[in-house]
């Protein structure tokens, strides 16, 4: 009989989507679906498990081993640069990280920029290739807010539908990368259960392809 696959999934609305493409894959395991507090499943038949965990966290489950496999976004990727194996794009999340700030902002002040992220890594790398100073002021979310109350004069963040900038009189000023869903494995798990793991792949390729 194979071998288990422990697979650490982004809690919420996101690990909803990617719960789908699992079970479109033959994976499911229906109990994740149900309205519960429950974080952690298991199918026997499908020879899954799901661990849910917060979004930001789930490449800390893989890159520890906790996890055999799991799903990002290409951001966190970027940001934590976490050593473990980027397999598929998932073609789910997609959004885009970008600078943005209060409408009409321009950039005339001589001193630092103070951009306001949870990006700290993806905004420095940015700035640094553009030979701009800037004071990262880091936060862990509702970014938007910085600007608008003088925390800081630009933000570097995730935009989806754009729907936050808007409703904060916000714009964005340039795209630093376009990111989405990614599945990533643990790198020992990846040689230990190659057969797994890669059956696993395949049947998300045919699914996604249908
Ligand atoms: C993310 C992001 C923006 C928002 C963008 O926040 O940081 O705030 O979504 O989505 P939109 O373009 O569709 O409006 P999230 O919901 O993860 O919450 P957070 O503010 O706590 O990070």
Redesign the pocket.
Same mark, same amino acid.
């Given at each position: 009989m194979s071998q288990m696959i422990n697979i650490a999934l982004p809690k919420g609305r996101l690990g909803e989507r990617v719960y789908g493409i699992f079970e479109a894959a033959g994976r499911g395991c229906p109990a994740v679906l149900e309205d519960s507090r429950k974080l952690f499943f298991e199918d026997e038949a499908s020879r899954v498990r799901y661990f849910l965990a917060k979004p930001s966290d789930t490449h800390i489950y893989v890159e520890r081993g906790a996890a055999d496999i799991g799903v990002t976004g290409k951001d966190i990727l970027l940001e934590y640069n976490p050593d473990v194996y980027e397999l598929m794009d998932l073609g789910v999340g997609v959004?885009r990280v970008v600078v943005a700030a209060k409408k009409n902002f321009e950039d005339e002040t001589d001193g630092a920029l103070r951009v306001a992220t949870?990006f700290a890594n993806i905004a420095r790398g940015y700035y640094d290739g553009r030979g701009r100073e800037i004071d990262i002021i880091k936060l862990?979310?509702? /970014?938007?807010l910085a600007p608008m109350v003088g925390l800081s004069d630009v933000i570097v963040? /995730?935009?989806?539908?754009?729907?936050?900038?808007i409703d904060n009189g916000m714009e964005p000023m340039q795209t630093i990368t376009d990111v989405s869903a990614r599945l990533i494995a643990n790198k020992v798990s990846y040689r230990f259960k190659h057969a797994e793991i890669t059956a696993l792949c395949e049947a998300i390729r045919r699914s996604m392809a249908k």
């Open positions: 959004c949870k862990s979310g509702s /970014i938007e963040d /995730i935009v989806e539908t754009g729907r936050t900038l």
